[in-house]
C-alpha cells in the first residue's frame, strides 16, 4: 500500500462546511505542504483536510477526503489531466493550479482552463494572495490572480475546451499501476478487482491513447504529461 497522503481526520459529530471550504494539496515538496497546511489551519474560514506529494496518491485522497478546494501543483499536472479526471468526477470540486514560473504563458492558462481548473495563482505568491485564490475560486468558481489574468484574456471555454478522450478515474490509477512495472494480475491485486476488469481497462487505456502495447502507451501517456517521472524540485 503506498504511502503519501498527510491528512488529519475530522473529529466526530463536526460540521466540516461550518468552519468553510475544506482544503486539501498535492504538491511534491513537504516544507510546502507544511507550509500551505499551517497557513490553511490558522485562518477561520478554511479547514485544513490533508496533502500528497505524488500523483499516484491524488485520485484517492480525493476519494477519502472529499474536499472543497484542491490545489494542484501545475508541475505535477502540466496538461490538467488530474484536474480532469477528477471534476469528471466530483462537478462540485474546485481545482486551483498553483503556477509555476515556467508555467506563466498563455498557452499553459488556457489549456488548464479547458481542463476545468477553476482557479490560477503563481505557487511562488504571498500567502494572502493564495488565501484569496481559495476564497474566491470556492465562492465564485473562478478566479485567475490578477498577475496572470493577461495570459487568459479572450478566453472562452466554450470555444477552446477540446473533445479529449481523457481516461476515467479507474483506467488512470491502471496506467499508473503499469508505469511501476505491474503485471495484470498485480494490478488486480492492488485495486481488488478482478483480472478481467483490468483487462478490459488496459485495452480501453490502449484505445483512448492510441497506443501500440502497454510499454508504449506509458511512453505516450509521460509525454503527455499524464504521469510524471521523479520528484521536481522546488
Known amino acids: 500500500m503506498r504511502t503519501g497522503?498527510?491528512?488529519r481526520p475530522l473529529t466526530p459529530g463536526v460540521d466540516r462546511r461550518a468552519s468553510g471550504p475544506g482544503v486539501a494539496l498535492v504538491d511534491p515538496v513537504p516544507l510546502f505542504r507544511e507550509g500551505v497546511a499551517a497557513v490553511v489551519r490558522r485562518t477561520p474560514a478554511m479547514h485544513w483536510l490533508g496533502a500528497t506529494g505524488?500523483?499516484?496518491?491524488?485520485?484517492?485522497m480525493h476519494e477519502r477526503l472529499?474536499?472543497?478546494?484542491?490545489?494542484?501543483?501545475?508541475?505535477?499536472?502540466?496538461?490538467g489531466h488530474l484536474a480532469t479526471l477528477l471534476t469528471g468526477?466530483?462537478?462540485?470540486?474546485?481545482?486551483?493550479s498553483l503556477v509555476r514560473e515556467p508555467h506563466?504563458?498563455?498557452?499553459?492558462?488556457?489549456?488548464?482552463?479547458?481542463?476545468?481548473?477553476?482557479?490560477?495563482?503563481?505557487?511562488?505568491?504571498?500567502i494572502s494572495e493564495v488565501l484569496q485564490a481559495i476564497s474566491r475560486a470556492h465562492a465564485e468558481r473562478a478566479y485567475v490572480d490578477p498577475t496572470l489574468a493577461p495570459l487568459a484574456?479572450?478566453?472562452?471555454?466554450?470555444?477552446?475546451a477540446g473533445t479529449r478522450r481523457s481516461l476515467s478515474?479507474?483506467?488512470?490509477?491502471?496506467?499508473?499501476?503499469?508505469?511501476?512495472?505491474?503485471?495484470?494480475?498485480?494490478?488486480?491485486?492492488?485495486?481488488?478487482?478482478?483480472v478481467e476488469t483490468v483487462r478490459t481497462h488496459v485495452k480501453n487505456i490502449l484505445r483512448k491513447l492510441r497506443a501500440r502495447d502497454r510499454t508504449h502507451a506509458v511512453s505516450l501517456a509521460y509525454q503527455a504529461g499524464l504521469l510524471s517521472s521523479g520528484v521536481p524540485r522546488p
Open 5 to 7: 497522503v498527510n491528512a
Open 54 to 60: 505524488h500523483l499516484h496518491t491524488a485520485l484517492r
Open 66 to 79: 472529499r474536499p472543497d478546494v484542491l490545489l494542484v501543483d501545475s508541475l505535477l499536472d502540466p496538461q
Open 89 to 96: 468526477n466530483d462537478p462540485a470540486l474546485v481545482v486551483i
Open 104 to 126: 506563466r504563458t498563455a498557452k499553459f492558462v488556457r489549456s488548464a482552463l479547458s481542463a476545468g481548473v477553476h482557479g490560477m495563482v503563481p505557487r511562488a505568491g504571498e
Open 153 to 160: 484574456a479572450g478566453f472562452t471555454p466554450t470555444a477552446e
Open 169 to 194: 478515474r479507474r483506467e488512470y490509477e491502471v496506467l499508473q499501476l503499469i508505469a511501476d512495472g505491474l503485471e495484470n494480475q498485480a494490478v488486480a491485486n492492488e485495486l481488488y478487482v478482478s
